[in-house]
């Protein structure tokens, strides 16, 4: 069984920064992808970053491209997203997903991935 875990959200002010890291464990196959979704209150989940294992590709939801940066750290096993010039309406639970073999995650559709950690807060306000 594939896990999960974020961490590194928290209160920011608009224009802040903050990096969020996703440790993972029980990965058995040489291709996978690491995503991160996010859902506000009221609102649908939605992609926002995804790198892949095997070469690096990386997909950017249009809200978030020049702003966020999704990178791997492979002898760590965690993938990370840097996210810079926060805006309020970033305000959501952020969540790390991965997905065994697919096309899910580059497309940033949450419903394709396989597995979910159970998300971490983040508050962009004054």
């Known amino acids: 069984q594939l896990q999960l875990v974020e961490s590194g959200g928290g209160l920011v002010q608009p224009g802040g920064s903050l990096r969020l890291s996703c440790s993972t464990s029980?990965?058995?196959?040489?291709?996978?992808?690491i995503g991160w979704f996010r859902q506000a209150p009221g609102k649908e989940r939605e992609g926002v970053s995804c790198?892949?294992?095997?070469?690096?590709?990386?997909y950017y939801a249009d809200s978030v491209k020049g702003r966020f940066t999704i990178s791997r750290d492979n002898a760590k096993n965690t993938v990370y997203l840097q996210m810079n010039s926060l805006k309020p309406e970033d305000t959501a639970v952020y969540y790390c997903?991965?997905?065994?073999?697919?096309?899910?995650?580059?497309?940033?559709?949450?419903?394709?991935?396989?597995?979910w950690g159970k998300g971490t807060l983040v508050t962009v306000s004054s």
């Open positions: 029980g990965f058995t196959s040489d291709y996978y992808s």
């Open positions: 790198i892949s294992s095997k070469f690096g590709v990386t």
């Open positions: 997903a991965a997905e065994t073999y697919g096309s899910s995650c580059h497309r940033g559709v949450y419903s394709g991935m396989d597995y």
